[in-house]
């Protein structure tokens, strides 16, 4: 099959250049090229893609923005970068879910030996059962890190297909179920219209006092108000957030001032392994594209991801 023609926008970037050529790409000009590899985000995307673009990579895994912007179309096909970056971000979940369970932020807090007042409320995920909401990518690469710590999990997906390594997968339809069976909550769904406040006052009631909530996703996946309330008043163990809402989190939001909460900003997926990650993605997808078949992480319009 001819080598297809790839366009690298809006600027140049040799290692990903080198993954497009190890991949049998030909780096090409724009209006040449059979698909674009996109860098960038939508502010600076081309107004007109031309007609000979029957694909694009985008290098973020979120792409609301870019739907909401109308820029994915349907006369092409589009992906995302979806599960590139999965095992950084699950060992940022693991590391927050830990952290949260054996209580180490006030621990670090700590200027004197507190031992007695510490040691009754640390706690451990041996035997705890996890829920992973949006069971995708990270939460497929969390899996392992929570059997390693002696929990069981529960996966909610949208299509309910059982996820290996899980003792049960629900129906995203059938979330609410979850919510007084689990000890913790690790949250890894996609932002869309029907995951904006999945976890609300209603759901934080059902949860157990020592519940902690991990989101590495989007912040518009909680009610940030409802959660600081069920955490301040001690319904729930604690919140852990890569992500929230507003983000940036203003420096004088409540939830700073939480010794039950811990805040990290939305470096879950760090600068220093981006490249690497969206290199292998690329270059896998290209591989797939070169071949004719299907690629990782096509773009749904409808679902939103």
Known sequence: MTSPRIHLGPSENSELAA???RAG?????????DAL?????PDTFPADLPANIRWVQLSSAGVESWID????DTS????????AYSRTVAQHAIMLLLAGVRHLPEQLDATSWRKEEFDPRVGTLDGSTVAIIGCGGIGRALIPFLHAAGASVLAVTRSGVPVHGASDTLTADRVDEVFSRADHFVLAAPATSDTAHLLGTAELAQMRPTSWIVNVARGSLIDTDAAVEAARSGKIGGLALDVTDPE????????WSL???????HVANPASGLSAALNAHVQRNIEKFSAGTPLDAVIDIERGY
């Open 37 to 41: 590899v996109w860098t960038a985000g």
């Open 259 to 265: 010794p039950n909460a811990i805040i990290t900003p």
């Open 248 to 255: 940036p989190l203003p420096d004088s939001h409540p939830l």
């Open 69 to 72: 912007a109308g820029i994915v």
């Open 19 to 21: 993954a497009i050529t």
């Open 76 to 83: 092409r096909t589009w992906t995302s970068a979806a599960g």
């Open 25 to 33: 790409g030909v780096l090409s000009l724009l209006n040449e090229a």
